[in-house]
Every structure is written in C-alpha cells, then in structure tokens.
C-alpha cells in the first residue's frame, strides 16, 4: 500500500523531472552558438507503479532515466571523409597557384620577356656582329635568361621546402588530436563507467576528429566488449592511432637518398614510431596531408625505370640497365631492382643505357629497375624536370651551334651555357634550371663569342648568330614545337591543374556545408524549439508545483482539522 503522503512523492518526482528537463534546455540554449556543440535530451519514462489492492497498479510519477544527445554517425562518417577530400585539393589549390605565379608568362620578369629580349639583342648582334656593345648586349640578356631559370629552381626548391616542413607539421598535429582523443577516451571511460553519459565529451571528441579528417583520412568504430566496457578506435591506412586509450605515434625520417633527382636533399618519410613505414603514395591516403606529398613528390610517373635484363653472378661492381626512361639520376642514391634495393655510388650512360657502379661487388636477380616512386601527379618535380628539359636542350643547340665557329686561332667554339662545377666535359644531364649560367670566359672576353665558321671569313660574318636566330622558330627542337609553344605549354598545363584543383575544391566545400547542414538538421540547436520547451517545462514544473500545494492542503485538512 502507498504512503499517506503518496500524492506529494509523486508531485515531487514531477517536480524534479520537469526541473532535469529545464535544466537540459537552458544547456542547448546556452550551447546554441557553440561549434560542434549536439543537442542534448532527456530520456523521461514513468517510474515502477505500485500495486493497490483490489485496483491493480497505481503510477509512482516519473524520471529521466539518463541524458542523451542528437548524434548520426552515418553522417559524421559522410563528414570526416568529405573533409579529407576537402582538405587535399585546399592544399593543391593553393599550391598550384603559388607554381602558376612563379612561372607565369605574363609576369613582366617572366621566362618568355627575357627569352624574347635574347633573341631581340640576338638578332642585332648579326646586323653588325664586330661590334662590342651589341656582343655585351646579347651576353648581358644571355646572362639574364639563364639567371630567370636560376631564379625559378630556387624558388620551386623553397616551395618543396615548404611543402616539406608542411608535412612534417602536419604528422605533429596528428599525433597531437591522436594524444587529445585518447584522454578524451580516458575521462569518457571513467564517466560513463558509472553510469552517466559523457554527451559534452564526446562532442569535444568529435571535434577532433573533425580537425583530424582535415589532416588525413580516419576510420573510426566504437565497438563494446563482453563487459559492456566500450572502446573508441581510430585508424589510419588500417593502421591503428588511436586504440582506447593508447596511440601510436608517427614520426619524420629525412631521406639518405633522393627519389627525384630534382628533390632538396632530406625530405621526410613518415614511419609509425616503433613500426612500419606509412605509404605516402597508398590509393587510400588522402587529406591535406596527401596533398603536400603529391606536391612536394609529384613526377607525373617519370621517375626512373629500365629493365636489368641478365642476373649479375658472379658478383660484381658493375650493373647495366636498359630500356630507361632517362638518364639524368641522383648522382648517388638507390636503385630498386624488383623486390631488392640496392645502393649505387655512380652511374654512367653507355650506349643508352645507365651502368651503375655500386660501393662493392654482389650478386643480383634480373628484373624490373626504377628509382623513387611513381607518383602519379604533376607537382614540383614534374616542372622543374620540365624546366630543365627546356634549358638543357636550348643550351645544346646553342653551345652544339657555337662549337661549329673557329677562332682566329683556329680553335672551335666554347659553351655559351655552361653550369656550375663545369670543368670542360660537358654532361648536360647535370645542367639544371639550378645551375645553369653563361659562360663566364665570354663575360670576361666578348671576343670568344664566335660568329664566322671560319677565321678568314670577314668581321662582318655572322652565319652562327643566323643559325641561332633560326631556334627561335625552329618546331624541331621540341616535340611541342616552338621553344615558346613549349614554355607556353608548361604554364597551360599548370593552369589546367589549378582550374582542376579549385574546381574539385569548391564542389568539395559545396558537399561539405551541405552535410554540415544535415549534420545541424539532427544536431544543432534551433531557439524556436528550445523556446517551446522551455515553456513547456515550465508549465510541467508550474504543475507539479500546484499539485504539491494541492496535497498539502489536504494533508493539512486531514492531520490538523479532522480532529479538531
């Protein structure tokens, strides 16, 4: 049987579910604003009835059993791997732009003004080729034109340099949301152990991951044992970063060789701290991280391959490869010959081939050679490569054209381009946009710019700078045509993968905000309707409060007036 003061127990568990209630709504009312921040509710059920003799069972009020919050974890997950996508072709954006500006023609300092201002002064020079101001004019404009590429290489070496540190930040902010998730997981733990729902926790959770699908791409599963004990797991490339309370750590390694033979020495690897590498260039990788590796490595697939056609045994010193793709490698590095890396101290091209000489004699299994990796995007290396494919082969036929004239002594021609550390052989697979220079034997003496090819041809000859004049319109020299068409080329193509770039970028930024907005639609705190709950709370508490007077007033008629 219930107690004489039934009705006020039951008023009064009224009273305090009304007040939870209240209570829960100012929090969303206070929270409307906060980023991140989910709508919280209360789960309200009537409490245990009790039974009443010959009348079955009477209600005992009610009771919020516990506090939840509006959360979809379809579209959460839909989030994360949006914004992964989001956060690569940000950082391909801005840094296609960054190269577009560097190489655009339309820059007054640009490649094409001084490559024009060289054939301008160039095709002076062969009105009067005896005179010593116009040979100053066109050395001075070489110089220029060969400086601009200078100028180029160091910038796009700054910007690898960048796209570098970048990486290396960006493994430090991961292993930072790694290290916040895991003591979030802690005090999760801990709370919810005792029977609570840790609602703010876990949005400050998601928070992070948020922040941490911007980085790289996560797979993120919660999953509870036997025990009901409930664990938050984080992977990466199916490696795991975050294990309940546990992380594991990424680090940066710099390389001890270069993959590309345009690279900065000391790029990064990134391995797991204690365990395997990570594979920057897996399908499955993606994020802002991704999008500084495929800057910083991009060769558009050209890194070195060929084909070790017999096995080297007995062990040797020695290895051939053939079938390459180029021959212009890392002066030392590594060369892989299929699943064994072997390191090489030189290399040389013979007939076509590279022959690489390595630190001892062994013995190695024919197959597929490659050096570095294929990365399938155009990013820094892929231009400079271009770049220097142009000032190698401008330089060629300049230097090929000026080996032809003889001086008054008889004596050929010298390079017109040469690079630094040149000491009289010329190997154009060193030349570089980095290195390349106007030889400074002409700077200092304008009479070894030749312009006859014979010495008893008169001063007024000037077949050579004709024969050069020629390059300049010459669609023979590159498969693109023209050395302008070819220049031309390279900042179209950049251009079209910045275009890519921001287009893929804003329909990602178009997808995100629309999934953001359904996440609000389930999550976020609309005042209208915490409005309406607050009064109707309010009215629930209002009631509950009369209802209490109620029963007091009969309590007091029953204890204090019955009797008198």
């Known amino acids: 049987m219930g107690s004489s003061f039934f009705g006020i127990h039951v008023a009064t568990q009224g009273l305090y579910t009304a007040r939870i209630n209240l209570d829960i709504t100012n929090h969303n009312i206070a929270n409307a604003e906060t980023p991140g921040y989910s709508r919280q509710y209360g789960i309200q059920s009537a409490m245990r009835p009790l039974p009443k003799h010959g009348m079955g069972m009477i209600g005992t009020g009610s009771e919020i059993l516990k506090i939840n919050q509006y959360r979809n974890l379809y579209l959460d997950v839909k989030f994360w791997n949006n914004n992964s996508h989001l956060g690569e072709y940000e950082v391909k954006n801005f840094q296609t732009s960054s190269v577009e500006n560097l190489l655009n023609e339309l820059n007054e300092t640009g490649i094409s003004k001084h490559f024009s201002d060289m054939f301008d002064n160039l095709g002076k020079l062969a009105t009067t080729p005896g005179d010593p101001s116009f040979r100053n004019n066109f050395i001075d404009k070489a110089s220029s034109f060969a400086m601009v590429f200078n100028d180029i290489g160091e910038q796009l070496r700054e910007q690898q340099r960048e796209a570098n540190f970048s990486i290396k930040t960006k493994v430090d902010q991961i292993n930072y949301c790694a290290e916040r998730i895991a003591t979030l997981n802690s005090q999760i733990e801990a709370m919810e152990f005792s029977g609570m729902q840790a609602n703010d926790l876990r949005d400050k959770r998601a928070n992070v991951v948020d922040e941490l699908s911007k980085i790289v791409n996560v797979d993120v599963e919660e999953f509870q044992d036997i025990n009901g004990k409930k664990t938050y797991s984080v992977k990466?490339?199916?490696?795991?970063?975050?294990?309940?309370?546990?992380?594991?750590?990424?680090?940066?390694?710099?390389?001890?060789?270069?993959?590309?033979?345009?690279?900065?020495?000391?790029?990064?690897?990134?391995?797991?701290?204690?365990?395997?590498?990570?594979?920057?260039?897996?399908?499955?990788?993606?994020?802002?991280?991704?999008?500084?590796?495929?800057?910083?490595?991009?060769?558009?697939?050209?890194?070195?391959?060929?084909?070790?056609?017999?096995?080297?045994?007995?062990?040797?010193?020695?290895?051939?490869?053939?079938?390459?793709?180029?021959?212009?490698?890392?002066?030392?590095?590594?060369?892989?010959?299929?699943?064994?890396?072997?390191?090489?101290?030189?290399?040389?091209?013979?007939?076509?081939?590279?022959?690489?000489?390595?630190?001892?004699?062994?013995?190695?299994?024919?197959?597929?050679?490659?050096?570095?990796?294929?990365?399938?995007?155009?990013?820094?290396?892929?231009?400079?490569?271009?770049?220097?494919?142009?000032?190698?082969?401008?330089?060629?036929?300049?230097?090929?054209?000026?080996?032809?004239?003889?001086?008054?002594?008889?004596?050929?021609?010298?390079?017109?381009?040469?690079?630094?550390?040149?000491?009289?052989?010329?190997?154009?697979?060193?030349?570089?946009?980095?290195?390349?220079?106007?030889?400074?034997?002409?700077i200092a003496d304008v009479s070894k710019l030749l312009t006859k090819l014979k010495p008893i041809d008169g001063e007024s000859d000037a077949v050579l700078i004709k024969k050069m004049l020629k390059l300049r319109h010459d669609n023979n020299v590159f498969s693109k045509g023209q050395p302008e068409n070819y220049i031309q080329s390279i900042i179209g193509e950049l251009g079209i993968d910045k275009e890519q770039a921001k287009s893929f970028m804003d329909g990602q930024i178009d997808m995100s905000n629309m999934i953001q907005n359904q996440r609000l639609s389930v999550s976020g705190v609309n005042i209208n309707e915490e409005t309406t709950n607050l009064l109707k709370f309010q009215q629930a508490y209002n009631l509950s409060a009369q209802a209490i007077k109620v029963f007091d007033e009969i309590y007091d008629v029953t204890i204090n007036r019955m009797g008198a």
Do not use: C
């Open 236 to 442: 990466l490339n199916n490696y795991s970063l975050v294990e309940g309370t546990d992380t594991n750590v990424l680090e940066v390694k710099p390389r001890d060789f270069l993959k590309n033979p345009e690279d900065e020495p000391g790029l990064y690897d990134i391995n797991w701290k204690g365990g395997p590498s990570l594979n920057l260039y897996s399908t499955t990788l993606e994020g802002e991280l991704k999008g500084y590796i495929e800057m910083r490595d991009g060769n558009n697939g050209d890194n070195f391959t060929g084909t070790l056609v017999a096995d080297i045994n007995p062990a040797s010193d020695k290895m051939l490869i053939e079938g390459i793709n180029r021959t212009d490698l890392p002066a030392s590095g590594e060369v892989r010959i299929g699943t064994q890396i072997i390191e090489y101290k030189s290399y040389q091209v013979v007939g076509g081939n590279i022959e690489f000489t390595l630190p001892g004699s062994i013995t190695v299994t024919a197959g597929p050679a490659s050096i570095g990796e294929n990365v399938p995007y155009k990013g820094i290396p892929y231009y400079a490569e271009r770049m220097n494919h142009f000032i190698r082969t401008i330089a060629e036929q300049f230097n090929n054209i000026h080996d032809d004239g003889v001086d008054e002594l008889g004596a050929h021609g010298i390079p017109l381009f040469e690079y630094d550390g040149y000491t009289g052989t010329m190997d154009y697979n060193l030349m570089t946009i980095d290195n390349v220079r106007f030889s400074p034997d002409i």
